[in-house]
């Protein structure tokens, strides 16, 4: 790996720059810390209660969803091939329908704790196991990638060995989630996506200013580099075909369905409908938005080279503009075009941390809840009480971190670029659980021997493919995908085309498990699922949410139970026995200060009272005397 | 009378009871649903939907040329209707989107809608791209 990032910075900016990120890492880790008095058992440690709104989920869903190495990669893959960059991060929508109407609904209902806990009870025990292994392998995979890239970040720039700044950024970011959980993560995540958007707003538009407009940006590049999509099959590396198959269906997949991480975003949202909400926002503005973030110091870069070229000269203002080496761009435009100002650089170096810490933290809250909720529970302590667990969860969060760490350690051996290490990795790794959690929900039939065989040979022979890659070659011919041995992409139709073949054929080699043991767990079944989760008969009626209503308590009310106004009944359009969302009415907190009750008959004082019990305004976090909301969910 | 907005209680509103006539019977919980296939076998469609995958990308690229920013286009669109089609047939065949229930209606037009506007962005897109001159040479 080149270090350098062509930039030769001095040693005043330097320490400018690094006083910046130090600051940075402190303040977030404070930040973040503060939230470990909202994590009272494991419920809360790792899903926060599902207690979040839709538009707080979504905002920190922005920074968990841009990594380290996202800057670095997409500015490259700008520079070279232009705002195709972007195809990544808006060719998700073809799988939204079988998210938000299906699996969202699946897991929110059936109270899954984590996607190995989903293949237990669709399937069975080993099948759990066999998922355990291969999430685990695909979020121990990003974060040590993670930390790896930002690894070689702060050896180009600052010459400090990967082996000494990796262990140091862990022990900041390892703080923060093993303290705070699921909230601090929320919360530092929606900060750092602020800063995020932020930092790239400040370099895209010194980059535009020193090309002297928008104008003139779109006028000096390239028109190949202005399509929103690269050649069919030209490139092996980059490739529309390649890429449809392998990201925008096998990527997108593993990213919505099984990253524990995002999963667990969504299990801390309040309600279906506003998981709903979040992965709208999360699709149509989060990624678009994000892939400009990310692409477009590399777009602004082509630019400046071509208008550079034109001109026999450096441009007005600007130092010569060199770029050798293509992973250096988005390093080498920042400096220049922010005029080598250590301050503005240093800020923008801080939102690379931002991004590591704001994905890892996710991944690693992720590895620790799979560690006690598959793991440690169900095979080593199944016994304990919840304080025992809160422990467990954050010595699984620091041993989660550690594990990251000693990755780096592997990552530092591979050779080739970022992008070849991650896409290599990620594609043989999904396909075929990927495959499995699409048949499972969505294919009653299904069976638990076909889930184990299938995901069991569909990745050894994915795995063999590395060795193998001409296997892959009749697959890409069938698709007109690119035929030339060099498989990134194909290699995940491949698995997922082979998984697929070899389920089918054991399912109707097996006997189906009856209806009543899948109940909720497939997408058929989803109205039982609605029923199991609320102990009754949804009630789907959209009634209003009522703001500005009064507490008081009384003790006698059951834990977890209210009592409202006949009219407040009718205004949610209520009926005893539902679900409701009570919380505090500041909007603003997203309901950091919330929890979900049932309603029981309607009482007889005045018309804005809410009666519930002491301990379950304590369980909500609210404060007295602060007026609260209700909203009836189910 | 619209739900789904938010109430804000006053003290002047306490006591009031307010009757809302115009309740759909569809708002009031009727989530009742039947299953119905629309009887095309499997092994009719997985056979067509080979075809499809084999025959879509030669006829773009024989039509088009595999340069061209529409190959590219169709090909994605296309192919991502295809599942996006199988997406939404399922949610409707099963029961999980439930047209019959306001909020799953709204969310099926937003599905629909949202596949048009990002056919339609990426659409524009090309066609700003290959408008504006392109100063560098060739």
Known sequence: MELGFGIDLPTSASIVIGIIVIGYFFAITAFGTYFSRFSRDINDFFFSGQRFSWWLAAASMVATGIGSYSYLKYSEQGFNTGMSSTMTYTNDWFIVPFFMFGWLPIIYFARVKSIPEYFERRFNRLARYIAVVIILSYMFFYIGYNLFTIGVALQGMFRIPILVSVPVVALFLGAYVTFGGQTAVIFTDLFQGIMLYVAGGIAIFAGIYALGGLNEWWSWLPVSHRLPFVHLTENPKFNTAGLFWGEALAGSIAFTFMNQGFIMRYLAIKSVHEGRKAALFNVVVTLPLSAVVVGAVGWIGKALVVKQAAMGGSLEGLNPIHIENTFHTFIIICWETLHQNSILFGFVVAALTAALMSTIDTLINACAAIGIYDIYKPLIKPEADDKHYLKAARWASIISTVIGVLLVIWFAQQKGSLMSIHYKGIMTIIPSIVTTIFLGAFWRRFTAAAACVSMIVGSVFTLLTNVFPNVIEPLAWFVNGPQNGIYIYMRALFGMVLTAIIGIIVTFMTSPTPKKDIAGLTIDTLDEGMRLYKGGEPNHSVGHKVRNLRFEIDDSFEERRIAVSPMIMELMLAEVGDIIYLSDARWYLGGLRSDHVKVVAPHDREADVVILSKATMEDAYLLEGRSIALEKII | ?138
């Open chain 2, 1 to 138: 009378m619209r739900f789904g907005g938010v109430i804000n209680l006053t003290k002047g509103a306490t006591g009031k009871i307010v009757r809302f006539s115009s309740v759909k019977e569809s708002d009031m919980g009727n989530n009742n649903h039947t299953n119905q296939g629309n009887g095309i076998h499997p092994l009719v469609v997985i056979p067509l939907i080979l075809v499809v995958v084999f025959a879509f990308p030669r006829f773009l690229v024989f039509k088009l040329g595999a340069g061209n920013p529409w190959t590219s286009y169709f090909y994605q669109y296309g192919f991502g209707l295809m599942i996006f089609i199988i997406g939404i047939w399922l949610i409707l065949k099963t029961g999980a989107c439930d047209c019959e229930r306001e909020r799953d209606c709204q969310w099926f037009i937003i599905l629909l809608a949202g596949y048009v506007f990002f056919a339609v962005m990426h659409a524009a897109w090309i066609m700003l791209a290959l408008s504006v001159p392109y100063l560098g040479g060739i």
